[in-house]
């Protein structure tokens, strides 16, 4: 059985438009990087989830391989998987097994911005396993997490890739507590983090020798010329990647290489550039386990489980809603300090 529900804004080129007018007027200049994502950088991303030196999807695939059956029982073997950001479910596949084999799986949900994705995802899962049910679910998760349906007999919900890291503290922190309040007794959230290490390896996971990710970086300009009439020249900026330490964060960036005006027909507006103006385009945080324990538990949850790839890159996490006590007891310790 597949249902499918469509939830999306009515005008997403109003939401567009709005985003990136706000963002070009900041300073610094900031373009959100759920922009990256047209079709040829949906093609580049996949690129660069196989290249050398990106490892991040390598490591969580490593993870869900060797260890799905014993996140599964972790969890307490729920009915429901529900993955945010879904996509074709490559990884999730290991998931979906695991609970087959342990006689709980009933019914997936993904969801997913892209209904054409989320429409061929569904019918090669069905056939895949017999007796499954999918309520798949089209629309911007980070908005619309309420739509997420509830079940009987404890959902699994799985945010991978690594996509936490994408978000500042606050918007991190205000998300994962939405999440908590949504979650009913026996729900887990399944979290996929990249973890601190070498400063080298880092940016070279963001900067690879081949140009792959300076070429998806710079694609946003590209979808920006396409869809607002703008006219950025792709050879004026360059890719600039590098890890604040003081952050525990890589800043993904494009430099401006000459002084430069960007016209945006469809927004009546001129933007102005220096040379060597640096607009940033994505944050990519990395986490330790203790660190991760301290975002939980502001965001009212307690982690449950930890599950690292062999080499240490990597880490899925369980996590639930913490009880009313520890909660209160978390937030009176925080107010004694403030």
């Not at 908005?143 to 009987?152: G, K, N, T």
Request: with cysteine.
């Amino acid at each position: 059985m597949i249902a499918i529900e469509v939830h999306l804004d009515a005008d997403t080129a109003a939401t567009m438009a709005r985003d990136v007018r706000t963002g070009l007027t900041m300073q610094p200049k900031e373009l959100a990087p759920k922009y990256f994502y047209d079709e040829r950088g949906s093609q580049l991303f996949e690129q660069i989830t196989e290249l050398p030196e990106y490892y991040p999807t390598r490591a969580e695939r490593s993870i869900l391989t060797a260890r799905a059956t014993e996140i599964v029982a972790a969890a307490g073997r729920p009915q429901t998987l529900v993955e945010l950001g879904s996509g074709s479910a490559a990884k999730t596949r290991h998931l979906l097994s695991a609970m087959r084999d342990a006689g709980c799986l009933r019914t997936y949900v993904p969801v997913d911005i892209s209904e054409e994705i989320t429409h061929e995802t569904a019918e090669c899962l069905v056939e895949e396993y017999p007796g499954l049910v999918v309520r798949g679910l089209v629309c911007d998760f980070e908005h619309h997490l309420e739509r997420i349906p509830d079940s009987v007999g404890g959902r699994l919900i799985a945010f991978l890739g690594g996509t936490i890291g994408n978000l500042y503290p606050a918007a991190r922190r205000e998300f994962l507590a939405r999440l908590a309040t949504l979650m009913a007794p026996g729900d887990q959230l399944l979290l996929g983090t990249d973890l601190v290490k070498q400063t080298e390896r880092l940016e070279a996971a963001y900067d690879d020798a081949e140009g792959v990710t300076a070429e998806f970086n710079k694609n946003v300009l590209q979808v920006l010329n396409r869809e607002l009439d703008a006219d950025f020249d792709l050879d004026g900026f360059e890719h600039v990647a590098r890890y604040d330490q003081d952050e525990a964060r890589m800043d993904i960036r494009l430099r401006s290489l000459a002084e430069q005006r960007v016209r945006l027909d469809s927004l009546d507006l001129e933007v102005e550039f220096v040379a060597g103006e640096e607009m940033r385009t994505e944050i990519s945080a990395k986490f330790t386990r203790e660190r991760l324990c301290g975002v939980y538990e502001e965001a009212g949850m307690e982690m449950n489980g930890w599950f690292v790839d062999g080499a240490g890159d990597y880490a899925l996490s369980l996590a639930s809603p913490a009880s009313a006590a520890k909660v209160a007891h978390t937030q009176s310790a925080r107010a004694s300090t403030s």
